[in-house]
T-cell receptor, first 110, second 115 residues
């Protein structure tokens, strides 16, 4: 079983839709949870960084972590074509090693 | 966020030659740098962790003698792929962070093609 699992998609939504991206993880020691956005042929860009369970909102983006079910979510409101990218969830313990999910490819259609 | 610059963005080399990839932190001192490898439509796989002035720590299955990592200064780490073969063709990405527990920032990646 991979430590971080994610549906690779692809996911296609119309512009303006609410997007829901999800991950599950298996390591109970994970304490930090991140979402990265990666455009084609580019390095990942950190979108959200959360510690332990709870919600975090930043503009159109909301990250949710439920440690009891080992479930991580990212919601994108009012999606835009520029949101089209691959979204990677990632987790880590208190140490440095970050474990990435395989990424979900998202296309927002104008 | 802080800026991490990776060079070159892409490189094509002949089988059997060596290729060096540079990772620089432009506006902060990076005590730790991480090197990842990413195959098409797959996630990032950590290859090694390097701390400035120390030997790199390699992940299981990563050949130390093939992927040479040097982190001689607080702003520069290099990854050298020695005796490259077509199966080494991949997207290599570095990330850098200042202090333990702080956010790590990614470079833009280097696409290596070995022909």
């Amino acid at each position: 079983q991979k430590e971080v699992e994610q549906d690779p998609g692809p996911l296609s939504v119309p512009e303006g839709a609410i997007v829901s991206l999800n991950c599950t993880y298996s390591n109970s020691a994970f304490q930090y949870f991140m979402w990265y956005r990666q455009y084609s042929r580019k390095g990942p860009e950190l979108l959200m960084y959360t510690y332990s369970s709870g919600n975090k909102e930043d503009g159109r983006f909301t990250a949710q972590v439920d440690k009891s079910s080992k479930y991580i979510s990212l919601f994108i409101r009012d999606s835009q074509p520029s949101d089209s990218a691959t979204y990677l969830c990632a987790s880590k313990t208190s140490y440095d090693k970050v474990i990435f999910g395989p990424g979900t490819s998202l296309s927002v259609i104008p | 966020g802080a800026v991490v610059s990776q060079h070159p963005s892409w490189v094509i080399c002949k089988s059997g030659t060596s290729v060096k990839i540079e990772c620089r932190s432009l506006d902060f001192q990076a005590t730790t740098m991480f090197w990842y490898r990413q195959f098409p439509k797959q996630s990032l796989m950590l290859m090694a962790t390097s701390n400035e002035g120390s030997k790199a720590t390699y992940e299981q299955g990563v050949e130390k003698d093939k992927f040479l990592i040097n982190h001689a200064s607080l702003t520069l780490s290099t990854l050298t792929v020695t005796s490259a073969h077509p199966e080494d063709s991949s997207f290599y990405i570095c990330s850098a962070r200042a202090l333990q527990g702080t956010e790590a920032f990614f470079g833009q990646g280097t696409r290596l093609t070995v022909v």
